[in-house]
Each structure stands twice: as C-alpha cells, then as structure tokens.
C-alpha cells in the first residue's frame, strides 16, 4: 500500500506536466461547434491559419504560453458542446466582414423542410465548406455552390484545384461541386458560379483572374491527354478537339496556345474581365525545383500550398518566374486613369515610375548581339559581364595554416538578388549617349572605363568581373560596379556612357512584397527574427521538417525572386533563331536588361564589400564564391567559431552577419577541407557543392 506522501508525490508530477489536448480531429469538432473559423482562432491566439490547421491535422502542437491558451479555450468549448450530447445551439451568424472566409452555403431550409429529417447523434456545426486534412484518404462532402450577387466577387479565394470527381478545393479547405464536363463548362462555371479571383494589388492594376489547377483524373475528364506530346512548344495541337470546342465557343487561348499554363478568354466588356488561368499538373505545370513536393500532394494540400503563395505573392500565373515578373506589374500598372481636359473623358495615361506599355531598345552594350537593334548597327564595342559570381581562389595563395585547418564551411545570402533591388534606382527611359562625362554615382546606366588599375588581393575576388580575374583594360559596367571602385579610393575616367534621364525605385514594391512573403514564411516555419545565432541555426537545421506545405511555399518564393530577375534578360528560345530577328521576350516591356544588370551588380559588390571587411576584421579570406554562396576554411564546423562579434556579443555590422532576413547569411553546408582543397586543384568550385555530400562534385560539374 503506497503511503499518502508517495501518492501526492505522484500526483504534483503529474500537475507539473504540460497540459494535455484532446486529439487533433477533436480539437477540429469543438471549433466548428463553436462555429468558429480557423482564421478567427488564429488571431485569438496571435498565430497563421496554417498553424490552427497544423494543430487541427496533427502536423504540430502549440508551445508554451500558446499551449495552456490553447487549453483553456478548448476545455470552455468541451463543457458546451460535449461529444454525446445533441446541439440545441442555434447556428452563429458570421460578422460582416469584406470578404467572408469560407462559403456559407445555400439558404437556410424552411422549417417543413426540417421536420422530415431524422435526428442525430451529433452536434449540429454551422453550414460552412467541408474540411479535411491534407493527409487525408477520406473524400470529403461536397457543396455545390450557389450564385449569391449580394457576396463579394472573390468569396472563395484566387484558386481552385479539380479532381476528377468534380471537386473543386480552396483556400482555407472549402470544397466546391464543380458539374462542368468540358473545359468550355469549367471557364464558365469558374466566371459565374464559382466566386474565384483576387483583388489588384494596386489601384491602377487589374484583379487578378481565377485560376483552377487540374489534376490528371481531371484533365483526363475535361477531354485533354495526359501526357503533352509536344514536349518543345508545350502545347496542344491546333487540331486538337478541346481546342476546337473552345475556338467554337468563341473563347480564345493566347499565342502561347494550350500549353501547361493556358489562358482562355474573352475580349473584356466594360471593367468586367472575363479570363481564366487553367494549370494542368500531369503537364508538369508545376516545376519540381521551384514547387518541390508538390505533385505528390493530395489537391486540398496543392489548394493549401499554392493559396498561401497567392495571399503572400500573388496567383500564379505560369513558372515561378514568369510570376515574378507578373508580379513587378502588378505593382507597377503601366497606365493609370487620365483626364483629358479638352473632352472632360478618363483615358488611360502612363503611370509614373512605371515602365510603360511599349518595349524599350535597350543601349547597344546593354543587349546582345541578336537583339535586332544592335545587329542592326553591326555593334562592336562589347557588352556589359555584369553576372554573378563563379570564382574559385588559386590554390597557391593558400597559406599552410590555411591548409591545416580542420572544415570547410560555406555560407549563403539569403534571396541577395532581393536584398540588392531594395531601394535601388534604375533608368525607366531610353539611354542617351554621352561622351567623357563625369562619373555620378546616382546616374543609372552603363560607364566605358578602365579600371585595370585598382589593386584587389590576390586573396580576394576583383569585384568587377564575374569570374573574380583582374580587368585587362577598358570595359562597360553598370553604375554599382564603378562606384563602388571610386568608394574603394581609385579615380575613374570615363571614356563614354550610356546614361537614363528619367530614374525611379521601380523595384521597390516588389521588393517589400516579397520580402514580407519570405520573412514571414520562414517565421511560420519556427525561424524568426528574434533568434539568438545559435538558436537560428538550430531551426534553420529543422525548418524543412516542419511542414511540406510550408517548405514548398519558402522554395517558390525564392523561385519567384531569382526567376523574376532573370526574365529581364530573356534570350532567344529555340535554335533555329537567327541573329538581328525579333524574338517574343524582347517585345516586352519588361524586357530590361539594363535593369537585371544594376540587381546583379550591386548583389555582387554587396558580397565583395562583406569578403574584405571579413578579411579586416577576422584576417580569414575565402577559398571559393558562387552567386550568393562563399566557402571558407574554418577551424570548426559551426560559423559562431570564425565570424565577428563584438565584445558584448553582438555581430559585428558590415561583415558576414547570421539571420532570416534578405542580405543575412545562413549555413549552406559543411564538408572537409581536404575535400575543398581537391576540388580546387582540378578547377572545380567548392561553393556548388558545399551542400551535398561531396562525392558527386567531379561528375556534377562534368556535366
């Protein structure tokens, strides 16, 4: 018989324990019991609808102070609404809000109606879309939907993902009844019944149109094969019966025609757009790289993954990249509402800092030499290398306490292509020509100098050329690059210049968008910005465990920066292009070269400046540097051992710096200094590989 001392000792251990929660699937009944939305949980308790969601699927559980809050308000939900009990509640009519939540439902049944249905043995929740787990095998009620013009034009979110059996899943786990059979009945289902879209991102812009993501059984429904045959235009044949079925129903498909992101539309009546993005999943509309994961997924998570990219980015509307620059659009309408005042009428007008509506020439050593207006002068001047960074340190500057050292260690930027376009000023009209002018760092555009001059140590990359070699002699840069060797103490003489008159932060917008998107992503993924260093690595070790759901929506994010990027310098597609023809990039507004060109230079002279201030603070240089990545050689394998801080701890600024953040570093990878060493004697780069596990560098970089 235990004594009564042992039983209270027992009995406070247990107290002491944290609190303990119902199930997940439990937890999900008594909110919906209370007719509470997982949105309105989420502010109560000062998280993201993705964690209510993680608490409600299993995925997660809250910690200390959200736990016991948790708790409590469980527990108050549990004595009301106890699982044997029938609800005699009567159903909670939502607030008004701009745009509800989640679908409401049809109207309520008159009372004859009710009288002929049995009782059950359940609380009776609010009528609300059908939610599940995305990890999930059980398919879920469905609600057909019911047009309500009194409910805002966007009440069920900016997407949908079809299954074959004609259920449509949202944002915020709704699913809707789709009947349609054909992809004509989908485009007017989705513009009549479905209430799909989002608002403009800005006044000036356009709302953004509803996008529904087929899956192969529906693909295979609606009439389109499974595989695209035509694997280099990506699209289908003119011939082809859908598109026949949409030509005769006079919608129309862009010049891209039917492709794995294809667009059916009409021609716009009034302000009313009628325009449908469809994303077609067995077509491998979703790139691996850039969507990792989710082709995997059941069609409530894609719905998850792909409406949590809408709120914080934008609805996709095609890669990654095309997104990205979808999105500098959107931010930036090219035309806004004129008054003429000769007629009293609104036309449309530029907007400023826009980049207009018509493309631009871009200055001759800004483009290439297939671009038709500098083919057509028979340019030879040379063009700008403002690229990225692939430098590779010889070994023979390596010392031998260098050589001893025990690791490698490599450390990336975050989004560096992000952290250089935040307040940067580019040219937003044409390039004028000046000769010899004087250097003015504020002046976007392209310099004629030589500077061949200015020593750099041997130890350290030039910071003017991609590949880290000394200039031989006079050559075109962007502004950043020349600035930055008159801030290193070097006089610069002009020869000539190609320089823009009218000047904005064109990328600011996108920038701060995009940002927020990543921070706040990241934060989701239990990695933010209050972390200690040591902290911060320990969950940058375990972010991608976290959720997969978040892990995609972090990578497509990062796809949309460096792809948006680079689709301001896009190249001629295909092999049968010939020098001086017009190709269909070019044609774009936002076709920009000069632009891609300013990001690039001054991410690469933000690296340079980090590389020598590391080199004066700690006396460390690096062995190898790869865009955003640099390697160095490190006496441990954790970057706390040989990165600067102060005396009260605190990192020290212009250096190498650990954080969430764009512009802050992270650990990329860790490998042997033997290994770096090896690579390096063969040519190779230590910084592509510091990732992996090392043994695939040869065969990777053969290829």
Excluded at 487 to 513: C, F, K, Q, S
Aim: charged share 25%; aromatic share 6%.
């Amino acid at each position: 018989m235990a004594s009564e001392q042992e039983l209270f000792a027992n009995i406070d251990a247990l107290l002491e324990e944290e609190p303990q929660l119902p199930p997940p699937a439990e937890r999900a009944r008594l909110r919906e019991a209370a007719g509470i939305t997982q949105a309105r949980l989420a502010t109560a308790l000062k998280s993201t609808v993705q964690t209510v969601k993680n608490y409600e699927n299993g995925r997660s559980e809250p910690k200390s102070p959200r736990l016991e809050a948790y708790q409590r308000l469980l527990n108050g939900w549990a004595a009301r609404y106890p699982a044997h009990a029938i609800s005699t509640a009567p159903t909670p009519v939502a607030a008004p809000h701009p745009v509800p939540e989640t679908f409401t439902g049809p109207a309520t049944p008159k009372a004859s109606e009710l009288e002929t249905v049995a009782p059950v043995q359940a609380p009776a929740a609010p009528e609300r879309p059908v939610t599940r787990p995305a990890t999930s095998s059980r398919r879920p009620a469905r609600k057909r939907v019911v047009p309500n013009i009194a409910a805002p034009p966007y009440q069920h979110g900016p997407l949908a993902v079809l299954d074959g059996d004609g259920s449509a899943y949202g944002v915020d786990g709704i699913v809707l009844d789709c009947p349609a059979t054909t992809v004509v009945e989908l485009v007017e289902w989705t513009l009549r019944e479905a209430g799909l879209g989002a608002p403009k991102l800005h006044r000036n812009g356009k709302d953004s149109d509803p996008l529904i993501v087929l899956t192969t059984a529906a693909a295979v429904k609606l009439g389109l094969p499974e595989r695209l045959e035509d694997r280099r235009g990506l699209r289908l044949e003119e011939n082809h019966p859908v598109v026949k079925q949409i030509l005769k129903a006079k919608w129309q498909l862009t010049q891209r025609g039917f492709g794995p992101w294809a667009r059916i539309y009409r021609k716009a009546t009034g302000a009313q757009r009628q325009c449908v993005q469809l994303a077609i999943l067995p077509w491998d509309a979703l790139d691996t790289r850039s969507w990792p994961g989710v082709a995997d997924m059941d069609p409530a998570a894609i719905a998850q993954v792909l409406g949590l990219y809408a709120q914080r980015v934008a609805t996709p509307r095609g890669s990654t990249a095309v997104s990205g620059l979808e999105l500098m659009t959107a931010l930036r309408p090219p035309t806004r509402p004129v008054r003429n005042e000769e007629t009293g009428n609104w036309v449309s007008g530029h907007n400023p800092g826009s980049l207009g509506t018509e493309p631009m020439d871009p200055a001759p050593p800004e483009g290439q030499i297939e671009h038709p207006a500098v083919h057509r002068i028979g340019w030879k001047g040379g063009f700008l290398r403002e690229e990225a960074y692939q430098w590779v340190r010889s070994v023979d500057t390596l010392s031998d306490e260098e050589c001893l050292l025990p690791y490698a260690v490599g450390l990336d930027l975050n989004t560096a292509f992000l952290a250089a376009a935040a307040r940067l000023t580019v040219g937003l009209s044409a390039p004028d020509h000046f000769v010899a002018p004087k250097f003015n760092p504020k002046i976007p555009g392209s310099w004629l100098v030589d500077l061949s001059h200015v020593e750099i140590d041997e130890r350290l990359p030039s910071p003017f050329t991609p590949d880290g070699e000394r200039p031989t002699g006079p050559a075109w840069y962007q502004t950043h690059t020349v600035a930055y060797a008159q801030e290193l103490g070097y006089n610069v003489e002009i020869l000539e210049a190609y320089l823009r008159r009218e000047t904005g932060a064109y990328l600011d917008p996108w920038h701060d968008r995009l940002k927020a998107a990543y921070v706040d992503t990241l934060a989701d993924m239990g990695v933010t910005k209050d972390l200690t260093d040591p902290e911060f690595l320990a969950a940058m070790e375990e972010h991608k465990q976290v959720d997969p759901v978040l892990t995609a929506v972090l990578a497509a994010i990062k796809g949309t920066i460096k792809g948006g990027i680079g689709k301001l310098f896009e190249n001629p597609q295909g092999k049968g292009h010939k020098d001086g023809e017009p190709w269909p990039a070019m044609m774009r507004p936002t076709w920009r070269p000069d632009i891609r060109a300013a990001v690039i230079s001054k991410a690469r002279v933000n690296m340079h400046r980090k590389l020598a201030n590391m080199a004066k603070m700690t006396g460390m240089y690096p062995l190898a540097v790869l865009s955003d990545c640099v390697v160095y050689p490190a006496p441990s394998d954790s970057p706390l051992d040989f990165l600067p801080y102060a005396a009260s701890g605190k990192p020290q600024p212009g250096a190498f710096r650990l954080g969430p953040t764009p512009g802050l570093a992270k650990l990329e990878g860790v490998q042997e200094m033997a290994w770096a060493v090896d690579l390096m004697e063969k040519g190779f780069n230590p910084a592509r590989h510091i990732k992996g596990d090392g043994h695939d560098a040869v065969l990777d970089e053969g290829k």
